[in-house]
């Protein structure tokens, strides 16, 4: 029954991408499978009311996601600001 209902909304989002603010395949994508795996996972329904509502579990978790990716990239090139002589190109 999973994967009928998956098959659905699987069709579904490529009818809805017709639509220009839907059009980003990939991301409507993602959000379905984060949707549907947080509602397995939990056995929670979409339905549910308040914080362990499944779709809002998964938005939380993508936003806290690409919150901890930028802080990475951040750090990340923080560390490496200060160059060694030896990766410094020569003047020309």
């Given at each position: 029954?999973?994967?009928i209902c998956v098959?659905?909304?699987s069709a579904a989002?490529?009818?809805?991408?017709k639509i220009p603010l839907l059009s980003a395949i990939p991301a409507?994508?993602?959000?379905?499978?984060?949707t549907v795996g947080t509602t397995i996972?939990?056995?929670?329904?979409?339905?549910?009311l308040g914080?362990?509502?499944p779709g809002l579990v998964a938005a939380a978790a993508m936003v806290l996601g690409g919150?901890?990716?930028?802080v990475s990239?951040?750090?990340?090139?923080a560390l490496c600001k200060g160059t060694s002589p030896a990766t410094e190109k020569p003047a020309i």
């Open positions: 029954m999973a994967a098959g659905i909304g989002m490529v009818q809805a991408s409507i994508v993602w959000g379905f499978a984060s996972a939990t056995g929670k329904s979409i339905t549910t914080l362990e509502n919150c901890f990716g930028l990239e951040l750090w990340g090139e």
